[in-house]
């Protein structure tokens, strides 16, 4: 379970940065920053904040209102179209800078998840498998999991036939047999391979 050492370390108004939807076909990448007063969080959430992965849905909608009150959050996202324009890592460092601008105070360090940091006005440190290890850090999981899952549920309402209400974009049968059926939406990322193999693939059938 993470815990409150890394930030304690760190000291000061510590951020903890994480993103949600790498991986997906379609919809912005979403990251968030959270920073916990110095003290941590209060007890009964520190025992219940985990990585957003190891939380069902309904788990994460539950703390989403508890993290927003017991924390200084902001959130971020880049677009479909800066993720082809940059590529998917670039766009999630672009989104956590935007989450980072958007706290209401600057953050003196960020504890960011991963291994590759991005460009921040404060000092970052890199932590691997970090959402297991840092309070902030799962919490903002948690706040970039759920903003970006009731997100692609709008969309969803919008675009029906991809699923993107239960894959949230990510690329299930049920998402590819919407792409064959209905085609590429402006909300797909066209620099991924499924989606780039698709639009190929429907180029040469009109030549």
């Known amino acids: 379970m993470p815990d409150f050492s890394l930030e304690r370390e760190l000291g000061g108004a510590v951020a903890g940065i994480d993103e949600a939807g790498r991986g997906p076909w379609a919809g912005p990448v979403h990251a968030a920053a959270v920073i916990f007063p110095a003290t ?17 849905k309904a788990q994460r909608e539950a703390l989403f209102p508890q993290l927003m009150q017991a924390a200084l959050v902001g959130a971020g996202q880049a677009s479909v179209a800066e993720i082809d324009e940059l590529n998917i890592l670039a766009a999630s460092h672009l989104a956590m800078a935007r989450a980072v601008a958007a706290l209401a105070r600057p953050p003196d360090a960020a504890l ?80 991924f391979k499924p989606i780039q193999k698709l639009l190929e693939e429907s180029a040469e059938s009109k030549t």
């Open 112 to 191: 960011v998840d991963g291994n590759r940091a991005p460009a921040l006005p404060c000092r970052v440190r890199c932590v691997v498998k970090g959402d297991s290890l840092s309070l902030s850090i799962a919490a903002a999981s948690i706040i970039a999991k759920v903003t970006r899952d009731r997100y692609m549920t709008e969309l969803a309402a919008r675009h029906p036939g991809y699923g993107w209400e239960h894959n949230f974009g990510y690329g299930t049968e049920l998402h590819a047999q919407g792409l064959a059926r209905l085609g590429v939406t402006a909300h797909h990322r066209r620099s």
């Open 40 to 56: 941590g969080p209060p007890a009964e959430l520190a025992a219940t904040v985990n990585d957003s992965k190891q939380l069902s």
